[in-house]
């Protein structure tokens, strides 16, 4: 029996569905059964539900009995959160999920972290980026989000000493069919012409990687990766003048026509929340953390994951036709929807 936690996210649906078609034994920690039914429809009926959460320590306890593997992929995103909530979900939650774990005599945990764990490229005295390893010393981004997910994936490679099998990945920018909002956001953009600029500079360089990927990766660490390590799930290193000159001519869209410079992205990303706290909004549109994420050198290598898990990227335009058939079919449903519901007003 595996469990499935962080089971109604967009790489927790994908990898559920995934595990079921392929024989296995499902059960997903989720809030209630009616969110359950929501995302999965018909196939929740082959699936166990375990409805609990990260605080919950019984419920946790009730939903590792009789589990011999864990995927745990829930967590808090949040690059505007502050580090005590955050570290409540990410680092707590974590602690009481696996301390059930131990208690129950699960065997193995797949924990996913993050790249922002590790954190960018660092460049070499000449400036030179040399892609981050998961060997390289981390050193994430001062967000809170960044820094409780490498606190998050230590403390997970801390039961190794208590009995259980651990393995962690880290995947970058993640795009593909089932979310509408994200990465998939921006691809939207460039196909529609309204992206206007680059974030920073069109030299800057961006790490996405396929759905698909992150689950046949999260999986191959479940049955072939080496307890204790660190594996990066990423897709190619690009320029974004790569990325999106690629997606406008799989799109028939639009590339960006110029770059904003991050100072000037940072500065509106302060006013946008500060405006926020004035008018008492819990979210700024944008933060300055967020900036800094975006704009950050993400040259990852993925030699590790393909020489042990076995990984090769989907090809990049491959994914991203695939992408935009999903979103163009969301769209034209929602479309369909609004329509019939005026001609029944």
Same mark, same amino acid.
């Given at each position: ?21 392929q024989g296995q034994k499902v059960r997903i920690l989720v809030r209630s059964r009616e969110k ?188 072939? $990766? +080496? =307890? ?5 799930? &990423? ?7 790569? #990325?999106?000159? @690629?997606? *406008?001519?799989?799109?028939? $869209? +639009? =590339? ?5 410079? &991050? ?7 302060? #006013?946008?929340? @500060?405006? *926020?706290?004035?008018?008492?909004? +819990? ?8 900036v800094r994420s975006w704009t950050a050198p993400w040259i990852v290598s993925d030699e590790k ?41």
């Amino acid at each position: 029996m595996d469990l499935v936690t962080g089971a109604t996210g967009f790489i927790g649906e994908q990898l559920v569905r995934h595990l079921a078609a392929q024989g296995q034994k499902v059960r997903i920690l989720v809030r209630s059964r009616e969110k359950a039914e929501t995302v999965f429809g018909p196939l929740c009926q082959q699936l166990e539900v375990a409805a609990g959460d990260l605080g919950d320590p019984a419920s946790l306890e009730r939903a590792v009995s009789g589990v011999e593997r864990v995927y745990h992929l829930a967590s808090r995103i949040n690059f505007q959160g502050s580090l005590k909530r955050m570290r409540a979900v990410n680092v707590e939650g974590t602690r009481r999920l696996l301390d059930a774990c131990t208690a129950a005599g699960v065997k193995r945990v797949v924990h996913m972290s993050s790249i922002a764990a590790g954190g960018p490229a660092m460049a070499d005295e000449n400036g030179r980026y040399r892609p981050r390893a998961e060997e390289d010393e981390p050193a994430p981004l001062p967000d809170a989000y960044s820094i409780t997910k490498l606190e998050q994936e230590r403390l997970a490679l801390s039961y190794r000493d208590r009995g259980l099998e651990v393995v962690v990945v880290r995947p970058s920018a993640v795009f593909g069919p089932g979310d509408p909002d994200g990465i998939n956001t921006v691809i939207w953009m460039v196909k529609e012409g309204r992206l206007p600029f680059y974030l920073g500079s069109a030299q800057a360089v961006v790490n996405l990687v396929f759905v698909r990927d992150v689950v046949r990766g999260t999986v191959a660490a479940m049955e072939r $990766g +080496r =307890s204790g390590e660190v594996y990066h799930l &990423v897709g190619p290193n690009l320029t974004q003048e790569q #990325l999106f000159g @690629l997606l *406008a001519q799989v799109s028939g $869209g +639009r =590339s960006p026509r110029w770059a904003m410079p &991050v100072s000037v992205l940072v500065g509106a990303a302060r #006013l946008a929340t @500060l405006g *926020a706290r004035i008018a008492f909004r +819990r979210r700024s549109p944008v933060h300055p953390h967020e900036v800094r994420s975006w704009t950050a050198p993400w040259i990852v290598s993925d030699e590790k994951a393909r020489r042990e898990l076995g990984l090769v990227p989907t090809d990049t335009a491959a994914a991203f036709r695939e992408t935009l058939q999903w979103l163009s079919a969301q769209k034209a449903g929602r479309t369909e929807s609004a329509g019939g519901a005026d001609a029944r007003a």
